[in-house]
């Protein structure tokens, strides 16, 4: 990351988002805390439920930029 944030790629405030949010997870593993507690693995599906479909015309519905690029890129 910081690679990249030397090359222009990522800002410094998504850099440190990034590390923030990886602290975060990596507290919550060694907490054992949902989803990473043994809950979450012994987690199943409902029998009743059906596999979902896309709907009609999910392929023509032209791609939207993620609001916040300009404050990960800095282009």
């Not at 059906?50 to 890129?73: S, V």
Request: no cysteine.
């Amino acid at each position: 990351m910081a690679e990249r944030v030397g090359q222009g790629v990522y800002s410094q405030e998504f850099a440190a988002a990034v590390r923030a949010e990886g602290e975060r997870v990596i507290e919550k593993v060694e907490r054992r805390q949902p989803p990473f507690s043994g809950e979450w693995a012994a987690w199943t599906p409902d029998p009743a439920w059906t596999i979902p479909e896309l709907p009609a015309g999910w392929d023509t519905i032209p791609a939207q930029l993620w609001d916040r690029r300009k404050w990960a890129y800095l282009s």
